[in-house]
């Protein structure tokens, strides 16, 4: 008898420690609404998790990414919106010469305008954000222009940045391509297109001489540096769009994720704390007759 007491005291202590230890867990569940906090808690649903969480923490970046690359896009835009105002600002200036009245003394205040068109022009060329030049291709920690007439001093490559694990949109305008009308950088102006800064010097240059029809001559020209600012721009509205798209995909993304994440690791909290209820109540009979066994005796069954 004494055996039988000692087995069923030793079984009940285990059970007593099992249902100690699910109590436990369930009380951590419905405090902290997780139901996988250790591996040891559900271990097939470990990898699922951790792939999720891994996945989740990628579109972060990428998103964080996408919304820098917003600003920046607008930044751009902002500067090529100024080249296009300064560009009117010279067609003005140019159809001013045009004016049969205008003596060489007024032609000479022209001149001196559109030097100042030349100047700003090229100070948006230059142009930098956070200490990066925006239009100087990889070489945007220099100036790209230099000199008069300007001289490009960056390159031609055009800048990527992933936006998704196979996506990746180009992020800037380089300056030969967009001022010098040199897509490919091999030092002459591409057919059909427009070396902005010398279409200005020859301006000035004929503004300065008295010479108003060779200003006049150049309002063509300013129209087609117009149009090819136009299309870079274009361009660049184009890859925002398209990380706007990403951006909206990646997101609705994440939310599915999110999803997928609670759906292996939170604890259903209706079912925990029934659970919960049930384990307190099982446990706190098993107590009762665990108390029960240990005061038994020998004399009880001699009586």
Do not use: C, W
Request: glycine share 8%; hydrophobic share 35%; proline share 2%.
């Amino acid at each position: 008898m004494k055996t039988t007491l000692s087995t069923s005291y030793r079984n009940m202590q285990l059970l007593l420690d099992q249902m100690s230890t699910r109590l436990s867990d369930l009380r951590s569940q419905s405090a902290s609404g997780l139901r996988v906090s250790k591996a040891s808690d559900d271990p097939g649903a470990v990898r699922p998790i951790l792939a999720t969480r891994a996945q989740m923490t990628q579109n972060t970046q990428f998103l964080s990414t996408m919304s820098t690359l917003g600003d920046h896009y607008s930044i751009v835009d902002t500067q090529l919106s100024n080249v296009q105002n300064l560009l009117v600002r010279a067609k003005e200036i140019a159809v001013q010469a045009g004016n049969g009245t205008y003596t060489s003394t007024d032609l000479a205040t022209l001149q001196g305008q559109i030097s100042q068109v030349k100047t700003s022009m090229v100070g948006l060329a230059n142009a930098q954000v956070d200490g990066k030049y925006l239009f100087a291709g990889y070489k945007d920690d220099a100036a790209p222009f230099g000199g008069d007439p300007p001289v490009y001093g960056g390159d031609a490559n055009h800048q990527q940045i992933a936006v998704g694990p196979d996506q990746s949109v180009q992020t800037n305008v380089t300056g030969n391509e967009l001022f010098m009308g040199d897509a490919n950088n091999d030092g002459t102006t591409d057919a059909g297109s427009i070396n902005i800064f010398a279409v200005l010097g020859d301006i000035e240059t004929a503004l300065g001489s008295g010479d108003a029809s060779g200003a006049t001559a150049q309002l063509d020209n300013l129209d087609a540096a117009m149009d090819q600012v136009s299309k870079y721009q274009g361009q660049l509205a184009n890859y925002a769009n398209s990380v706007d798209m990403a951006k909206s995909a990646t997101q609705h993304t994440q939310t599915a994720l999110t999803a997928t994440l609670s759906h292996y690791q939170e604890a259903d909290l209706a079912q925990t704390l029934t659970a919960l209820t049930q384990q307190q109540t099982a446990y706190q009979a098993a107590l009762t007759v665990t108390s029960q066994i240990s005061q038994l005796s020998i004399l009880n069954y001699v009586k």
